[in-house]
């Protein structure tokens, strides 16, 4: 029988909520003539206005690709190009974080960009308002430590800023993609960082450069700022609501100008955003609450869906972008993205995985003498699934965080180089026993079974691997790089052929009744396209990835030769659901 524990009840962080006596209140501003409707997660505060802030802000950015279909077949024992697979999760995009009025706002977002690194490790940027209210940019490539020093800190003066941290595919030409975003245009000059991604893209460019809008680089967040140049709306907030009256599909945005910073979540909510305070009054606005933690602000509350808030020395304004639906949050971001000391949708993410690993425990028990963890993102729920089975936990798998994007092979060809390069068994831990490991997800399968011949080429006498999320059968299109469907395991095989492929003793999801069930009357808020092929925003125009890394990083070609690596999505795509989805598989049944 499922653990019945109700997902409402995990604990919440006692974050308190910090008002400065000395920032008068604004009334807040609707841009509707209905008021921002209240969202089933998050209980509705009276928006907070301030003369003086240190906003932080943490915004991921979205390629307009979520589908990478690859032409380039490889054996399971290939690792030529380990890092195709890395991991073999899905992949969050990216990191956003900004700060209003205080006189170390970049150095702020450098540090809250740290704390999102997990986020994103391709790119950085941050974008600082000088006392000359001139929009100053450093963007690079490569992790937050590697783009930024003292020196180039030392260029981005100001008490206003915004920052981002991306993940990508390699390319030459990736600098150009790489956010916060930077536009003048007549009224004055713009910044931007961007998670999320928007299934209408293709649609609004070609309107766009139809009207002679001219584009510099392939990513789906310079629309935005094409959108805001073009609107005829005043003043300049109203022009960030028309533009986006115009998106479909993801985006949790900040925006930066001379004199404001306004953060932006889509109606649906897909991707977290949450905004915080410091002792000095600053507002911070970040994709997580680890985030705010490192530089010391205070969580007061989420960005709701549909929600505008535009933050200038008057205070804070709350705008209604339009009537939201029923939220549709992914539910993926408390499965894996985000770090376990996260407070994620209003509810913990450390709390949210143990309970995973407990249901596991419940519904897929198995006689064994130790649990061990696919580090990292697996760590959470093995505790869970220990501690409910009465097993104990041991660190059966080493992971090296010193792992760079490449690495030479000696000539005499290493089996499972990759994973042997990020995780070591402890033999001692393995040998002669019988193993439980639990992983957070299984996307092509390819990594799982490099993990079970590890185990077992280790002495683990039996392996049964758990998993803390129900199979993954279709794309994601809000802001996940995930693989085609026809690359996800699950997508083609049922659990038992799942497990006859990595080799393990028995196989196990959590089942996703059992998911949903946990979540309560919360359930219906959470967007389960991966799982169940259902949409809430229909993908109609997303482009999916046919060769190489030809991908979202700054092509230089025209737009013939966009077009001519990438193809349509169906309209209508169907997904073949397996019928074993969340059953044990085990070759002793």
Not at 36 to 55: A, G, V
Not at 219 to 244: G, Q, W
Not at 272 to 299: H, K, Q, W
């Amino acid at each position: 029988m499922a653990d019945t524990t109700s997902f409402s009840a995990l604990s919440k962080p006692s974050y308190s909520l910090k008002h400065n006596p000395q920032i008068p209140q604004k009334a807040p501003l609707f841009i509707l003539p209905k008021t921002l409707q209240k969202p089933y997660l998050f209980p509705q505060k009276p928006c907070l206005s301030h003369t003086t802030h240190k906003t932080h802000i943490t915004l991921s950015s979205k390629n307009p690709i979520s589908d990478l279909v690859s032409t380039n077949k490889k054996s399971p024992d290939d690792f030529s190009s380990f890092f195709d697979d890395d991991d073999d999760k899905p992949r969050e995009e990216c990191g956003v974080v900004g700060i209003y009025g205080d006189p170390e706002a970049s150095r702020l977002c450098y540090l809250a960009l740290h704390a999102l690194q997990h986020r994103g490790q391709e790119g950085a940027g941050i974008v600082a308002v000088n006392e000359n209210k001139v929009l100053q940019s450093v963007t690079g490539v490569g992790l937050v430590s590697e783009v930024f020093n003292e020196s180039k800190l030392d260029q981005l003066p100001g008490d206003l800023a915004i920052g981002h941290v991306r993940y990508s595919t390699a390319g030459s030409s990736m600098l150009k993609n790489v956010q916060p975003f930077v536009a003048g245009y007549r009224f004055g000059s713009v910044g931007v960082a961007h998670n999320g991604n928007l299934v209408n893209y293709r649609k609004l460019r070609a309107t766009l450069e139809d009207n002679g809008s001219i584009f510099n680089t392939s990513s789906d967040t310079e629309v935005v700022l094409h959108l805001i140049a073009t609107s005829k709306a005043r003043p300049f907030f109203m022009r960030i609501v028309d533009a986006c009256e115009k998106l479909e599909g993801a985006y949790s945005m900040v925006f930066v100008t001379e004199d404001k910073l306004v953060a932006v979540r889509d109606p649906f909510g897909f991707r977290p955003l949450v905004m915080g305070r410091r002792s000095n009054g600053a507002v911070v606005f970040a994709s997580e609450t680890c985030a705010l933690d490192l530089i010391e602000a205070t969580y007061e509350r989420e960005v709701y869906p549909g929600e505008v808030l535009v933050v200038d020395k008057d205070g804070v304004q709350s705008l209604c972008l339009m009537p939201h639906p029923e939220p549709k949050q992914c539910i993926f971001e408390h499965i894996y993205f985000s770090l376990p000391n996260s407070v994620v949708f209003g509810r913990s993410v450390y709390e949210s995985r143990h309970v995973f690993g407990e249901i596991l425990a419940t519904e897929a028990p198995v006689d064994c003498d130790v649990v061990i963890a696919v580090p990292d993102s697996g760590v959470v729920a093995a505790l869970g699934y220990a501690a409910k089975a009465g097993v104990p936990f041991q660190q059966g798998l080493i992971r090296s965080h010193y792992v760079g994007r490449t690495f030479i092979e000696p000539s005499q060809k290493i089996r499972d180089f990759g994973v042997k390069l990020k995780l070591s068994p402890v033999r001692g831990v393995l040998e002669g026993k019988r193993v439980v490991v639990v992983d957070d997800s299984i996307v092509r399968g390819t990594t799982s079974s490099k993990i079970v011949r590890l185990l077992k080429e280790a002495g683990a006498k039996e392996v049964h691997m758990r998993i803390a999320s129900p199979p993954i059968i279709a794309s994601c299109y809000y802001g996940v790089d995930t693989p085609s469907s026809e690359e996800l395991i699950s997508n083609r095989m049922s659990v038992e052929e799942i497990r006859e492929f990595i080799g393990c003793d028995s196989l196990a999801f959590l089942p996703f009744d059992s998911l949903k069930k946990l979540l309560g009357d919360e359930s219906p808020n959470f967007c389960y396209a991966c799982f169940s092929g259902n949409y809430p925003v229909q993908p109609k125009e997303l482009k999916v990835k046919r060769v190489g890394d030809f991908m979202d990083d700054g092509l230089n070609g025209n737009l013939e030769s966009i077009d001519g690596s990438w193809v349509q999505a169906p309209l209508n795509q169907e997904v073949h659901k397996v019928s074993e989805v969340g059953k044990l598989s085990s070759s002793q049944n």
